[in-house]
């Protein structure tokens, strides 16, 4: 089956910095990566995600870059603020399978 | 209502007993997912309905869990015999298909005592 591998863990930066989450899968039927911001006792809510046939996405602050032959993906956030602070998952799954597989998650702390 | 709606939010249960846990999509949803988080983990795939079948359970850990849709909007997640490494958050999600977006809910937070 799927395997995701993300890091780090946990990473800090200082407000308007940027912040890169790397994420590696292991399946290469898999097609289909969004990520996830989770906030402290909330639900995991999508903030962007990417399909095999694109190689990047951009959605204001936030950008995904994907590497299927390599198969890694990542999650860039420019001009970081303080309310980015989160844990944020990356995922993937093909859509012969539909489940995602979750990577562990990163912790991001965005410093005022 | 707007949401994927998840109860209770909370559920204590003594080791041995038979806890449910509901989840109510996005009405139109056709595609529901439950997913079990442990603390510091990403959630963890338990079992996909597509309308009122089990598509894909090969996530359930053991025959002690089971989940039903019957008439392919709410869906009962149902846990026999519970033990102390079943206490996680129970997350439930919906899409408006399988290859759309998934909408989390809340989810549960189940602890066995």
């Known amino acids: 089956g799927e395997n995701v591998e993300q890091h780090p863990s946990t990473l800090s930066v200082q407000e308007g910095d940027s912040a890169v989450i790397k994420c590696t899968y292991s399946?290469?039927?898999?097609?289909?990566f969004p990520w996830y911001k989770q906030e402290l006792g909330k639900r995991p809510q999508l903030i962007i995600d990417?399909?095999?046939?694109?190689g990047e996405k951009k959605d204001q602050r936030i950008a995904v870059t994907l590497n299927k032959t390599a198969k890694h993906f990542s999650l860039h956030i420019t001009e970081t603020q303080p309310e980015d602070s989160a844990v944020y998952f990356c995922?993937?799954?093909?859509?012969?399978?539909?489940?995602?597989?979750f990577g562990s998650g990163t912790r991001l702390q965005v410093q005022p | 209502g707007a949401g994927v709606s998840q109860t209770p939010s909370n559920k204590v249960t003594e080791k041995g007993k038979y806890v449910e846990l509901r989840c109510d999509p996005i009405?139109?949803?056709?595609?529901l997912y439950w997913y079990r988080q442990s603390l510091g983990q990403g959630p963890e795939f338990l079992i996909y309905?597509?309308?009122?079948?089990?598509?894909?359970d090969s996530g359930l850990p053991n025959d002690r869990f089971f989940a039903v849709r019957p008439e392919g909007s709410v869906s009962t997640l149902k846990i026999q015999r519970t033990e102390r490494g079943d206490s996680a958050v129970y997350l439930c999600a919906s899409s408006v298909t399988e290859s759309t977006e998934a909408f989390f809910g809340q989810g549960t937070r189940l602890t066995v005592v």
């Open positions: 399946d290469s039927a898999s097609n289909y």
């Open positions: 995922a993937a799954s093909d859509t012969g399978r539909r489940a995602l597989t």
């Open positions: 309905f597509q309308g009122t079948g089990a598509a894909d």
């Open positions: 990417i399909r095999s046939n694109v």
């Open positions: 009405s139109g949803h056709t595609a």
